[in-house]
Nanobody
């Protein structure tokens, strides 16, 4: 079973930055897009950012201008750079890979934004 591994979560203060990483296994082929989702306590999982195979990026309105999704193909890693973090960004962040046939989820990494 293919496992996605996220890292980089933790406790940060409001206004600070954090970078999340998602290691993409080399066994996953025909990737269409890679996304970051998040789920806050008591809320539904929401789409945060997506990068397509053609490097087109899209963002949720709530993070636009603060978060940046990118990828390093040489390292098989996708990043989510989060700047100017707010308490409402507190959530478990998940990496998601969509291929032509399958979808893959990571186990999530907790980001807590608190003074």
């Amino acid at each position: 079973q293919v496992q996605l591994v996220e890292s980089g979560g933790g406790l940060v203060q409001p206004g600070e930055s954090r970078r999340l990483s998602c290691a993409v296994p080399g066994s996953i082929f025909n990737i269409r897009a890679i996304s970051w989702y998040r789920q806050a306590p008591g809320k539904q999982r929401e789409l945060v950012a997506t990068i397509t195979v053609g490097d087109i990026t899209t963002y949720a309105d709530s993070v636009k201008g603060r978060f940046t999704i990118s990828r390093d193909n040489a390292k098989n890693t996708v990043y989510l750079q989060m700047n100017s973090l707010k308490p409402e960004d507190t959530a478990i962040y998940y990496c998601y890979i969509k291929t032509w046939r399958y979808d893959y989820w990571g186990q999530g990494t907790q980001v807590t934004v608190s003074p």
